[in-house]
């Protein structure tokens, strides 16, 4: 109903519009010649101003502004890129720097490992040889003292027996026959006593 | 209240009248708004070009955001030989805009909805296009008229339309802008007297239109600003790179 009424407000209003724009004689004023000269000193006027004003003093302004900002852009474009060089340049020269001497130290440690070891088979040979020198030569002595040990032992044996007989019985005993007995003995007993 | 729509496109004088020999150029409101554009642009792109900053402040942004957009209209549709055109075509794209944009405010006058305003322009376009192409190309520019791979039989006929054709050039181009202007002022002045006249009760569907009206208003008047310009800039690359 309301709507009804709204609508039929609106329709009817229609015929009322007359007298909203009452009837005037006219047409369109910009077909009025009267002002024509003047609007058009004053357009050439303005717009003329307008042109020069902007093409000499403004437009060139925002150009250059323009061109400089696009060359520092681009001049800092330039430099971020230089420094990215740069640094990977750097980067690459520390990482081969690092390489460098991992190896290096490798190659000094192995170097003084071989030394170390070298060193120490030279001593141990030299050691050896010495011990065994030694040793050869404890043996040599050791034999030879072994060798003249059963006669020194039978000359001493003889003598003593020869004291002993002289203090037991008091008379001389025939040298040799003392010894054909001591021999005799040690001939006998020689391998308990001596180990030969 | 100025209930007729057609009369907030009357032009009346603002001070005391000033003869020029036998020429009135007395200052009126048409005038006034003139100035009033050109002084809005000379302000907008001198504080917009004053500093150089390289992060812009909204002004600046502005202004260079204009200068590349019709740098690029220019070089896109007539080429790199328009560019000694660029600061003309410039300041009529600004100077267009600015009357179209400052025709929406309420109670002012829109310096593009006369058809002597846009006529002066357009024929000025015209005539400059013309010297323009006789100077570049000598009577060579009258190639113009004649389209290649056209068949000798047709070719008077299509010599005719040329011709009429682009001599028509500075009366479309000035009635284009000024008739959507005018068409424009009317219908939301229409629009408006309909608001007041229903009331209450019925005036809220017309306000709604003029609203939405007034959007389309001002989309228009960019519009027609662009075009007006585009197609100086067409003219010009006619004039420029003769193709045909």
Known sequence: MIKKIFFQSIFFNFFFIKEVFPAESGGMPQLNPEFWISQIFWLTLTFGI??????KLILPKIS??????????????????????????KLKEYNDIILKSKLEAKNIFKNT????????????????????????????????????????????????????????????????????????????NGNKYYGN | MAANPMTQFEVYRIGPEIKLGAFDISFTNASLFMVVSSLAILIIFNLGSKKNSMLPNKMQLLAELSYTFVSKMISDTAGSKAKPYFSFIFSLFMFV???????????????????????????????????????????????????SGVPIVLLPLIVVIEIISYLSRPISLSVRLFANMMAGHT???????????????????????????????????FLQAYVFAILTCIYLNDALNLHH
């Not at chain 1, 307008?50 to 093409?55: E, G, M, P, W």
């Not at chain 2, 006369?114 to 013309?130: N, P």
């Open chain 2, 97 to 147: 805009l600015f009357c179209n944009m400052f025709g929406m405010i309420p109670y002012t006058f829109t310096v593009t909805s006369h058809i002597i305003v846009t006529f002066i322009l357009a024929s000025f376009i015209f005539i400059g296009v013309t010297v323009i192409g006789f100077i570049k190309h000598g009577f060579g520019y009258l190639k113009l008229f004649v389209p």
């Open chain 1, 64 to 89: 250059a502004n323009l061109e400089l900002r696009k060359s520092q852009i681009q001049e800092n474009i330039e430099a971020a890129e230089k420094q990215r060089e740069d640094s990977e340049s």
């Open chain 1, 50 to 55: 307008l042109y020069l004003v902007l093409s």
């Open chain 2, 187 to 221: 219908m939301m002045k229409v629009f408006g007297g309909f608001v007041i006249s229903l009331g209450i009760v019925g005036g809220w569907l017309p306000l709604s239109f003029s609203v939405a009206l007034t959007g389309l208003e001002i989309l228009v008047a």
């Open chain 1, 113 to 188: 490992r071989d030394k170390v070891f070298k060193d120490i088979n030279s001593k141990k040979e030299t050691l050896d040889k010495q011990i065994d020198e030694e040793i050869k030569k404890a043996e040599k002595e050791i034999g030879i003292l072994k060798k003249g040990a059963p006669e020194k032992i039978n000359k001493i044996a003889i003598e003593t027996s020869l004291e002993l007989v002289k203090k037991l019985i008091g008379a001389e005993v025939n040298n040799s026959s003392i010894s054909a007995i001591v021999d005799d003995l040690s001939k006998r």
